[in-house]
């Protein structure tokens, strides 16, 4: 057959196209294969669970291309060949639906396994924890973790900058310290987050620690997160929210659990200095709305 | 009409009965009047085919200026707002303009040719089913010249909403999904009528063809879920103009409700585009394996199965949103159960390969590029259906990836195989062969490489609809194999295009049944008369063809012996 020899270079160049798109870089493979994880345990879990899956998937995929590619090579059209007239085989085809159930089951009761650990929230490092994280109540959608305690933390999406407003203990929520973009936290505690957005749909994400949630106007989402290590980890809005989507980006900044008590009080600070500052330019306009304060 | 009065074999000599009372003889209208008010199913479809794919063209257009956007890191080569108008246009072209209505048109031509009529049960509403279509396209497209829809083919409220939306292109949105719905509407009923009582003497549902089945199923589902859009998509234009607030959280209306109604339609959308794809590789994988379908009785059940469970599971792509964790369940559990019949449905097409003797023409070869892509989309199918899995890739490149391997690498290579397929019966010439080879290569390589590689960028944290990413990690280097991969993909797709320009004028002439056929269409000439067959034959079997091949073949077996041995034997098997 003249056809066969340029067949075979077709799928040669497609093999070889495809191992250079997937090879081409050193990257670390692990996160080349699998989402980015290493923040937070619930990433680290899901993380799991994902390579789980994507051992059963390479199996799955491995058998099928397998019996396709020997098919295709095997029972090529040659001179005298004559195909089967084959119209099926009940007992096979019962044998690959059940077969194909029963990998379903094994990913579901894996899936199960994964949930709790992925959606609940952890408690605490004692020794973290002490002065920060204050009781929370779990209602509807919202997990807390075991001890009932965490630092509670709101986070509000808007076109196109995020807005977090941290717990200061008294019940007025006027007076709250809160920050844009820039999320700090402390290493060892658990973070539990209110999601909200005030115009359109937004989707909070930080992909280290863990997985998006959406923030929906009139509903409130909720996720969690457990810092491991102090650092930087960025993320962006993940949900179409306009001409600046690309720009929404939001980071978490780690640091240890008295600097994080340092920066609420240097917010605090900042706020009660600004707020005199504004009483001050009013007192001035008052007198003299000419002014300019 | 009285089918009851055809004969049971083509040869055999019959009395002249007429079937349909004439009132007038029309008079045949010549050229451009002819296209504009033709009722004959095989024009309208080739008005369909046509039409759909210069929309798959722009469409295509619109794909690689993204990619062209995308292929630097912190590219300034369109602006935030063109970016969103061309992903807005590239998503919602292919999905309402070009594979849902193409499917319409391989349908329209072939559904009365494969079941043995004379043409659909309402060949003028046919008709106002391709003009709906093409007014919908007019209508969506007409918004370049003022300001194009950018709030996504998805269209999520409140963006959507007047007060983030302004501009008309958002009406010129929901009126392109009304058209192109009632269009799909109408089509989908004449295809059911049709299908349900035209078929040819002795075709009961056991021997309709499987792309027949698919079409059945595609026109049920449209039937199900298209109303739910409509009505939506009323909604939103009342709380755009009219001061409803059903979707506007800040008058009490609910976000949540607009997806809900929308993936409602969208997910069974998947399988409307999808269904009929699975149809042309369960017709054209047995022709050139020269063996009957595996399973004749799986593959049509499948369908429907597939067709039940995919109005079930529409809320796997609200997994991030705020729900019940018993709601991600059930929505993880249906979407699981669906890979069930579409997973016999792979298992038994390469069992319908096992022990044939394949002829590796370009139908078969894009019926193969399907088989193996599509089986990757199901993969990260599946992946994307566990919910906390599906936390970290929702909304990201990998989704991208995973839906273009189901809709590209699925659903356009079954288009593909079905064009290189049917375009003997269509026009009565052939394909070049070579360069269908080369226009599958390319596109193969191209396929895999724009979107394999897209996995990856959306685990590296990589959000879609974004008109610009930094330059961290490898994502640059990524997003330019991509790019490239995508310029690769559209050369292959122009190789078919000039291969077809070429072929329909200067091709070799295919006669009626260039490949061996199994199925009806076979056994008219290329292209069909207008009335499409003088005698429609009794069917006995799946493959009617084959039956009436081997009925001639035995009435000449002694010439036949005489003159070429070998020609016919492979028939016999």
């Known amino acids: ?293 | 009409m009285a089918s009851d009065t055809l004969t049971e074999t083509p040869t055999a000599a019959l009395k002249p009965v007429p079937e349909i009372t004439a009132h007038g003889v029309q008079r045949q209208r010549s050229g451009l009047m002819d296209w504009l008010t033709t009722t004959d199913h095989k024009k309208i479809g080739i008005l369909y085919l046509v039409t759909t794919f210069v929309f798959f063209i722009l469409g295509g257009v619109e794909a690689l200026m993204i990619r062209l956007q995308l292929g630097t890191a912190q590219n300034t080569l369109l602006t935030p707002e063109t970016y969103n108008q061309l992903f807005t246009m590239h998503g919602t072209t292919m999905i309402f303009l070009f594979v849902v209505p193409i499917m319409a048109g391989f349908g329209n031509y072939f559904v009365p040719l494969m079941i043995g009529a004379r043409d659909m049960a309402f060949p003028r509403l046919n008709a106002l089913s391709f003009w709906l279509l093409l007014s919908g396209g007019l209508v969506f497209y007409a918004s370049i010249f003022f300001t194009p829809p950018e709030a996504g083919w998805t269209s999520y409220t409140p963006l959507s909403l007047e007060a983030f939306s302004p501009s008309g292109g958002q009406d010129a949105w929901i009126f392109l999904v009304h058209l192109t719905g009632l269009s799909s509407l109408v089509g989908a009923v004449n295809f059911y009528v049709t299908i349900a009582n035209m078929r040819a003497p002795g075709m009961g549902w056991g021997r309709l063809p499987l792309f027949v089945w698919t079409i059945l199923v595609y026109a049920i589902l449209l039937i199900l879920a298209l109303p739910v859009i409509a009505g939506a998509v009323t909604l939103l234009l009342t709380d755009r103009h009219f001061g409803t607030g059903f979707f506007d959280p800040t008058q009490g209306g609910s976000p949540l409700l607009w997806q809900h109604l929308f993936w409602f339609f969208g997910h069974p959308e998947v399988y409307i585009m999808v269904l009929p794809g699975f149809g042309i590789i369960s017709e054209v994988l047995p022709v050139f394996a020269r063996k009957p379908i595996f399973g004749y009785k799986a593959v049509a059940a499948s369908s429907v199965v597939i067709a039940f469970l995919g109005l079930l599971v529409w809320a796997h792509h609200m997994f991030t949103t705020p729900s019940p964790t018993v709601v991600l369940v059930f929505f993880m559990m249906s979407s699981f159960l669906i890979a069930i019949p579409t997973g016999v449905k792979i298992f038994n097409w390469v069992a319908t390969l096992w022990r044939g003797t394949i002829e590796f023409k370009t139908p078969l070869i894009f019926c193969i590029g399907f088989l193996s892509q599509f089986l990757i989309g199901g993969i990260t199918g599946i992946m994307v259906a566990i919910f906390p899995v599906d936390w970290q890739v929702h909304d990201t490149y990998f989704v991208v990836a995973h839906f273009h391997y189901v809709l590209m690498g699925g659903a356009v290579f079954a288009i593909f195989a079905g064009i290189y397929y049917w375009f003997p019966k269509i026009t009565g010439r052939m394909l070049n062969e070579p360069l269908g080879k080369w226009s599958f290569a390319l596109m193969f390589i191209g396929f895999n490489v724009t979107f394999l590689i897209q996995h990856t960028i959306g685990m590296d944290g990589m959000p879609r609809r974004v008109y610009e990413y930094p330059d961290v990690g490898h994502l640059q280097l990524y997003n330019q194999i991509s790019t490239v991969g995508a310029f690769i993909l559209g050369l292959g797709i122009l190789l078919t295009i000039i291969n077809v320009l070429r072929s329909v004028k200067k091709g070799p002439v295919a006669g009626p049944d260039p490949w061996k056929g199994n199925t009806l269409e076979w056994f008219t000439e290329s292209p069909p008369p207008l009335n499409n067959f003088d005698l429609v034959p009794r069917i006995r079997s799946v493959e009617p063809m084959k039956d009436i091949r081997r009925e001639v073949e035995r009435q000449s077996e002694p010439a036949l012996a005489a003159a070429s041995p070998s020609a016919e034997s492979t028939l016999r098997g």
Not at chain 1, 5 to 18: C, G, K, N, W
Not at chain 1, 110 to 119: C, K, N
Not at chain 1, 239 to 255: D, S
Not at chain 1, 285 to 291: G, S
Request: charged share 15%; net charge positive.
């Open chain 1, 1 to 293: 057959m003249g056809l066969l020899p340029r067949r075979y270079i077709f799928s040669l160049a497609a093999v070889a196209a495809t191992a250079a798109s997937l090879l081409v870089t050193p990257a670390a493979m692990a996160d080349f294969f699998s989402p980015e994880s290493g923040g937070s345990p619930n990433a680290n879990r899901i993380d799991t669970l994902y390579w789980i899956t994507f051992a059963i998937a390479m199996v799955i995929f491995a058998a099928v291309i397998g019996t396709l590619g020997y098919c295709l090579v095997k029972f090529r059209a040659r001179k005298g060949a004559v195909a089967a007239q084959i119209h099926g085989n009940t007992r096979l085809e019962i044998a690959w639906t059940v077969g194909a159930a029963l990998i379903l089951v094994v990913l579901a009761v894996v899936t199960f396994a994964a949930l709790p650990g992925i959606r609940d929230p952890e408690n605490s490092d004692a020794a973290a924890a002490a002065g920060i994280v204050q009781p929370v109540a779990a209602h509807g959608n919202k997990k807390v973790p075991a001890d009932g305690k965490a630092l509670n933390i709101d986070v509000n999406g808007q076109q196109y900058i995020w807005r977090y407003t941290y717990p200061d203990g008294d019940d007025n929520n006027l007076n709250n310290p809160f920050s844009y973009t820039e999320m700090v936290v402390p290493v060892g505690v658990t973070v539990t987050l209110d999601i909200r957005a005030q115009d359109v749909a937004h989707s909070w994400w930080i992909p280290k620690l863990g997985g998006k949630m959406d923030a929906v106007p009139g509903y409130t989402n909720y996720t969690w997160f457990k810092v491991i290590k102090p650092g930087v980890y960025h993320g962006q809005c993940a949900e179409l929210c306009g001409r600046n989507h690309a720009n929404m980006i939001a980071t978490v900044r780690a640091v240890s659990p008295a600097e994080y008590k340092q920066y609420i009080e240097r917010l605090k600070n900042d706020t009660k200095s600004a707020d005199a500052a504004a009483a001050v330019s009013r007192k001035k306009l008052d007198a003299n709305p000419q002014a300019n304060p």
